[in-house]
C-alpha cells in the first residue's frame, strides 16, 4: 500500500469529525523566516481522548505545541477551547485557559525544593511560609497515585521523579488538555508503564491527553487517534483501531523502511580488553566493568541517564583518569585522545555539541582529526582541506549548502554525519559511541546505522552506549547493563530481550 | 575595641547597602557592575537634594535616582539581551563621568544639617533582613530565585522573567542610591569627586563573598569595613609603608573572588534570556 492510499483512509478524508471537541486547531500555519515549520495543520481532541502527535524529528510537533502553550504566536489559523476562539499568548493564559505542558526534558529548578517548584504553578499569596505551602501542596496531591517527598531538592531527584513533579505541577491547576511532550525520552521501561497508567486514569476523568512521540509502540499502546506530521505538515490521521506500526511508518517516513540489517558474527581477535575497570565521578563511581571485545563484535550498555556510562565512554576515550587495566590490540592503553586516535580509536560523543565546533565550519569540523597533516609549515592549507570535505560530504551524504557552511546551521542529523565521517574515514578498529542517533531523524538514524554496520563486517569493534533499547538490541551481539555505576553483564543478545534489559538497568542484577 | 567596632559598622554600611542592591539583581540573574557609577551619581543628586531642600528628601532622591539607573540598566541588559558586563561597565563609567561634571559647582561644601550615621547603619541592617526574609518567604523571592536559576522554566509556568528582573533592578538601584545618599549626607557629609573611592567594586566582591546570602553580606560587610578602619589606624604606628594598608582591602578581594570558586551563584547568572531561544 502506497503513501496516497495511507492518506485514503485518514480520519478526515473520510469526513468523520467530533461533534464536540474540547480543543480545536483550524490551519495553523508557523513560519520562521523561509521555513515553515507548521503547514495549514488542523487537528482535533476530545474530552477524555488520547491523541498523539506522531512525526520524526524536525517535522513540527514542537513547533505545534509551543503555539498551544502560548510560546509562539501562529501566522495564521486560530484556536478554539470548547468551541470559543482563544488568543494565547503566553504560558500563564495558557495556564488560565486550563491546557497544561509537561516538557519534553524537565524544566525544573535543580536548587529549588519539590514544593517551591510546584509552587510556581499555584496561585501563590504574596507572602507565604515553606511549612504552609508544603502542607497546602500535601493537600492537593491527596490520594494521588504519584507520590514526591515535597521537600526534597530537585537536584537530587532521577530523572523519571523530575517527570513526575512535571506531571503533578501541570495537574495542580486541573487542566482541561494536558500535553505530554515526549514525556517517555527519559523514562526506563517500567517508569514509562507506570506513565502511561496515570494517562488512562487521567483520561477516564476526562482530560484530553495530546501525546507527542516519534515511537511507534508507545503511540500505539496509549492513542485512541494518531494523527502523524511530517516536514511541518499534516499527512495523515488514524483511529489506533485502524492503525498499524507499516502504515504509520509509511505516513512518518514517506516510505516503507528496510527490515533491520543482519549483523554477521564476531571473529576470534580480541581488539579490546578491560579488567576491573574503575571510574570516579561525581556520586557512585563506574566499577566493576570488565569484558573483552573481539573483532566485528558489538556491546550495547544500556543505562537509566546518569549511571555512569558518559564517564566509563570518556575514561576509554582518555578524557578522564581511570584506575585498572586496559589492553588494545595486546598493547597498554594511552591514556590521551590524539594517540588513540592514531591507533585507531574513534568517539561519537554524548553530546553532538561536543562533537563539533559549531561555529566552525564544516570542513574544518572534518579536519580536526588530521589538520595537522593539512599544515605541512604551519598554515592550513585550505584547498586541499576543502577538497577533502568535499568528498567526505558526498560520502556520507551530508546534506550542508557548502563546505565553509558553520555546523551552527546544519540539521542534527547532518552535524552527526560531519561526526561520523571524520571519525570513521581512517577506518578505526575500535568505535565508541555513545546516543549516536539521538535526536536524529528516522532516515538519518537509518544511514547511521548502515554506516556503523559497515564498520563492523570490516572487522571493527564497537561499544555502543544507548538509552534507546531497541537500538541496542538490533545492533549487539552482546549486552550489559550500568546500575548506580555498577557494571551488569554482559550477557548474550540471545539471552536478553527488553524485560530482562530493563531489570539490569533498575535492578542491578541479570 | 569598641571605635574600632563602631568604625568598622560605619564603613561597612555603604559596602553592605550597596552590596544587598547588587545582591538583588544577581539572584534574579542580571550581574550589576554599575555600582560605583550608581553610587556616585546618587551620592551627588542625594547632596544637592539634601543641600537645597531637606537630607531626609535627599535620601529619597538618591534612592529615587539609583532606581532610575538600575531600570536605565535593565534596557540594556533585559530588554535588548546585551552583554550584561559590558552594559554594567559603561554604567559605572557613565556614573562617575557625569557626577564629576555635574558635581563642580558642590565640591567643597558642606552640609550643614548630616543625617545620622548610626540611624541608617540600623535600616541597613533590617533591610538586610528583609532581604533575606523577601527571598525566602515571599512569591516575589521564589520568582526572582526561579528567574536566577532558570528562566526558561520560570517563564514555562507562566512568571514574567522580564517583570521580576526590572523589579529586582529597580529595588536593588533603591538600595545602590541609598549607600550613595549614606556617604554624602551622613557618613562625609559633603560631596567630592571620587568619594565612592571604589567602595562600589568591592560591593560586587562582597556579593560572592557573602555567597549570594543577605544575612552573610552582613558580616562580610563589617569585615571589609574592619579592614578599612585598620588600614587607617595602623598607619604611620607600625614600620609598614601606608600603601601596603591602602591595597589591603583590595588584596582582601582579590582573595575572595579567587577563592570563592566554589561558591554557588545563580545558575543563570549573567545569561539574557530569550523565550525564542
Given at each position: 500500500m502506497g503513501v496516497r492510499e495511507a492518506l485514503a483512509r485518514t480520519w478526515y478524508s473520510q469526513g468523520r469529525a467530533l461533534a464536540r471537541p474540547m480543543l480545536k486547531l483550524e490551519n495553523i500555519t508557523k513560519r520562521f523566516g523561509p521555513v515553515v515549520a507548521n503547514r495549514r495543520i488542523t487537528l482535533e481532541v476530545a474530552p477524555g481522548e488520547v491523541l498523539a502527535l506522531l512525526g520524526e524529528n524536525g517535522a513540527g510537533k514542537t513547533t505545534l505545541v509551543s503555539i498551544l502553550y502560548g510560546l509562539y504566536a501562529p501566522d495564521e489559523g486560530r484556536i478554539l477551547l470548547q468551541g470559543k476562539e482563544v488568543r494565547i499568548h503566553s504560558p500563564k493564559e495558557a495556564q488560565r485557559l486550563g491546557i497544561a505542558l509537561v516538557p519534553q526534558h524537565p524544566e525544573l529548578i535543580e536548587a529549588h525544593t519539590v514544593a517551591e517548584n510546584l509552587a510556581l504553578g499555584l496561585d501563590l499569596p504574596p507572602v507565604f511560609s515553606r511549612r504552609a505551602l508544603v502542607r497546602r501542596l500535601a493537600k492537593l496531591l491527596e490520594g494521588h497515585p504519584l507520590g514526591v517527598d515535597l521537600e526534597a531538592p530537585v537536584a537530587r531527584l532521577s530523572a523519571g521523579e523530575k517527570q513526575r513533579v512535571e506531571l503533578l505541577r501541570a495537574l495542580l491547576n486541573r487542566p482541561k488538555v494536558l500535553i505530554l511532550d515526549e514525556p517517555t525520552s527519559v523514562l526506563t521501561p517500567k517508569e514509562a508503564e507506570a506513565l502511561f497508567q496515570e494517562i488512562r486514569r487521567l483520561k477516564g476523568l476526562g482530560l484530553s491527553v495530546i501525546f507527542i512521540s516519534h515511537k511507534l509502540d508507545e503511540v500505539l499502546a496509549i492513542a485512541d487517534r494518531i494523527a502523524v506530521l511530517r516536514a511541518g505538515e499534516k499527512v495523515g490521521e488514524v483511529l489506533r483501531q485502524e492503525a498499524d506500526k507499516d502504515l504509520l511508518v509509511r505516513l512518518m517516513v514517506g516510505r516503507s523502511l528496510a527490515p533491520p540489517p543482519k549483523v554477521p558474527p564476531p571473529r576470534a581477535e580480541v581488539v579490546l580488553e578491560v579488567e576491573d575497570l574503575l571510574v570516579p565521578r561525581h556520586g557512585f563511581p563506574v566499577q566493576g566493568v570488565s569484558f573483552a571485545l573481539r573483532a566485528g563484535e558489538v556491546l550495547g550498555i544500556a543505562g537509566v541517564?546518569?549511571?555512569g556510562q558518559a564517564e566509563l565512554l570518556q575514561a576509554l576515550a582518555g578524557l578522564r583518569p581511570f584506575q585498572g587495566r586496559v589492553r588494545f590490540l595486546g598493547e597498554a592503553w594511552p591514556q590521551d585522545p590524539a594517540r588513540l586516535f592514531a591507533l585507531g580509536v574513534a568517539h561519537i560523543p554524548e553530546e553532538r555539541s561536543m562533537g563539533v565546533v559549531e561555529g566552525m565550519s564544516v570542513a574544518e569540523n572534518l579536519a580536526l582529526r588530521t589538520y595537522r597533516r593539512l599544515a605541512p609549515?604551519?598554515?592550513?592549507d585550505y584547498r586541499i582541506m576543502e577538497k577533502e570535505a568535499e568528498a567526505l560530504i558526498g560520502r556520507y551524504g551530508i546534506r550542508t549548502p557548502?563546505?565553509?557552511?558553520?555546523?551552527?546551521?546544519?540539521s542534527g542529523g547532518n552535524v552527526q554525519k560531519v561526526i561520523l565521517a571524520r571519525e570513521l574515514r581512517g577506518g578505526p578498529r575500535l568505535l565508541l559511541a555513545?546516543?549516536?542517533?539521538?535526536?536524529?531523524d528516522v532516515g538519518a538514524a537509518e544511514e547511521v546505522y548502515e554506516r556503523i554496520l559497515d564498520l563492523v563486517r570490516g572487522g571493527s569493534a564497537v561499544l555502543l552506549v544507548s538509552e534507546d533499547l531497541d537500538e541496542i538490541l538490533s545492533l549487539s551481539h552482546r549486552v550489559a547493563a550500568l546500575y548506580h555505576g555498577r557494571f551488569v553483564g554482559p550477557i548474550s543478545r540471545e539471552e536478553a530481550d527488553r524485560e530482562r534489559l530493563g531489570r539490569m538497568m533498575t535492578e542491578g542484577r541479570v | 575595641m569598641e571605635e574600632a567596632l563602631l568604625r568598622a559598622v560605619l564603613f561597612g554600611t555603604p559596602l553592605l547597602l550597596a552590596g544587598l542592591g547588587a545582591l538583588l539583581s544577581e539572584r534574579g540573574g542580571v550581574v550589576n557592575l554599575g555600582v560605583e557609577g550608581m553610587m556616585a551619581l546618587s551620592a551627588l543628586v542625594a547632596f544637592a537634594v539634601g543641600l537645597q531642600v531637606h537630607p531626609a528628601l535627599g535620601v529619597l532622591a538618591g534612592m529615587g535616582v539609583g532606581s532610575l539607573l538600575g531600570l536605565f540598566l535593565g534596557v540594556f541588559a533585559?530588554?535588548?539581551?546585551?552583554?550584561q558586563f559590558v552594559a554594567g561597565l559603561a554604567l559605572a563609567a557613565l556614573g562617575l563621568g557625569a557626577s564629576g561634571l555635574l558635581g563642580k559647582r558642590y565640591e567643597g561644601t558642606p552640609l550643614p544639617n548630616p543625617l545620622p550615621e548610626g540611624m541608617l547603619a540600623m535600616l541597613a541592617l533590617i533591610l538586610a533582613l528583609g532581604l533575606h526574609l523577601l527571598l525566602s518567604r515571599t512569591r516575589f523571592g521564589l520568582y526572582l530565585r526561579s528567574v536566577g536559576e532558570n528562566p526558561k522554566a520560570a517563564d514555562l509556568f507562566g512568571v514574567s522573567v522580564d517583570g521580576v528582573r526590572y523589579l529586582a533592578l529597580a529595588l536593588g538601584g533603591g538600595m545602590i542610591g541609598l549607600a550613595g545618599a549614606y556617604l554624602s549626607l551622613a557618613y562625609r557629609p559633603s560631596w567630592t569627586d571620587g568619594m565612592t573611592a571604589g567602595l562600589g567594586w568591592v560591593a560586587i566582591a562582597l556579593v560572592i563573598l557573602a555567597a549570594w546570602q543577605p544575612l552573610r553580606a552582613i558580616f562580610g560587610a563589617y569585615l571589609f569595613g574592619l579592614l578599612f578602619f585598620l588600614q587607617f589606624r595602623l598607619q604611620g604606628s607600625v614600620?609598614?609603608?601606608?600603601e601596603a594598608f591602602a591595597a589591603m582591602p583590595y588584596l582582601l578581594v582579590i582573595l575572595v573572588l579567587a577563592l570563592s570558586g566554589r561558591a554557588r551563584a545563580p545558575k543563570a547568572l549573567g545569561q539574557p534570556f530569550d523565550r525564542g531561544r
Open positions: 541517564a546518569g549511571s609549515r604551519g598554515l592550513l557548502s563546505p565553509r557552511t558553520p555546523v551552527r546551521f546544519l555513545m546516543h549516536p542517533t539521538y535526536g536524529v | 533585559v530588554s535588548l539581551r546585551a552583554n614600620p609598614i609603608p601606608s
